[in-house]
């Protein structure tokens, strides 16, 4: 079975996360909004009113008869499917735990540039932004690392967030710190020193065969002003 | 076994999509920080060394060994133990998808009256929560309920929102509408006419004899100006 994956094609985004774990598990699949059906196809599906279980916005992942949406929930069903998650059900729960806690991080990143609606302008919005950036770095980032630097750290004897093997919360996690890295150059230089253990999961996961192999081909989106993660200088404290 | 259930013990919150889950299960369980224990209990167990899946924030539920946190995933968890979601893979994983919704819905809800930072008062971020909250009502709360909306009529021959049975979304649902009904009092009245399926599955909420019970006793923390959901007229358009 081929997978569908339906997401906006100009930027990473949410789909992003749902990517790294199809491709670290060497599944097939067809982002199918970059191809020549491009958005219409997308839209298509979302609008049908064939479609019982329509998703409220992309990313969704098409799998056999199944349409699932929410990134966090896509990849609760591709963990199981592909080993990216633990077995048992306290592993899984807590993978999905974590997962989860790092979709609030990126809704959080999102409104640094957006804090008073997606539908306006960041340019109309830039005061704001500045002020919620300033209290996202100063407050909410430090948070949120220190914690994850935390969970590597109490899983003894393991580089990865949870058990001994890599989950798909060790490939969200790289991304953010990506993603971070691309918006925030100057604040996460900063950060980092604090943050050994993120950092050094980070880069194991850069050396992962499979990933390294799609970090270096055009299916990787680049980073850009459209997405989550955005560079803008003036924000970077 | 007695779940415990920890959470900030003044206001509804995230908490109360458990408690209404715990509720209408007919679970055992202690709501622990609104004991004699307090908030110390809560601290204690976030902060042990001891803790190996510790939780980035409260809600969070101790399930015998297990320890949960994040909402939807407490959710996941309950729905499968207590026939609160569907037991094929599908059904659960369309359950999960809608309620990850919700809980988009409510980081909207909340960030309407702290568009800027949770750690300052409302106080210093009332203009841009105008400005929030405007857009929210107008474009953001329409979009969220008329996909409710369409979600229930798509599900033929069900007053629910997935399948024959309440599941716990369901529940959440009626809690979203009962804390917009006391935030937005004005806005909501003029917008139910227009989400008749959503209105009436709030209204069949209300009615099961174990919800009802728990909404008539004190176990039910009434809305209130700390919570997600605050009644400030100002923003209610």
Redo the contacts between chains.
Sequence with gaps: MRYELYYWPEIPGRGEFVRLALEEAGAAYVDVARGKAGTAAMFKLMESER??????APPFLKAG??L???T??IL??LGVRHRLAPRD??GR??V??LQ??IA?FV?EAH?THH???S??YYEDQKK?AK??TA??LK?RVPK?FD?FD??IA??RGSKYLAGKRLTYADLSLFQIVAGMRYAFPKAMAKLERKVPRVVALHDLVTQRPRIAAYLASDRRIPFNEMGIFRQYDELDA
Tied chains: 1, 2.
């Design positions: 479609v019982k279980t329509r998703p409220f008869k199944l699932i949406g929410q966090a929930n609760l069903f059900e306290g729960l807590w999905h735990q989860l806690t609030d809704d409104d804090p008073i609606a539908s306006l704001e002020r919620r209290d996202f407050n949120y914690y935390d969970v109490r899983n």
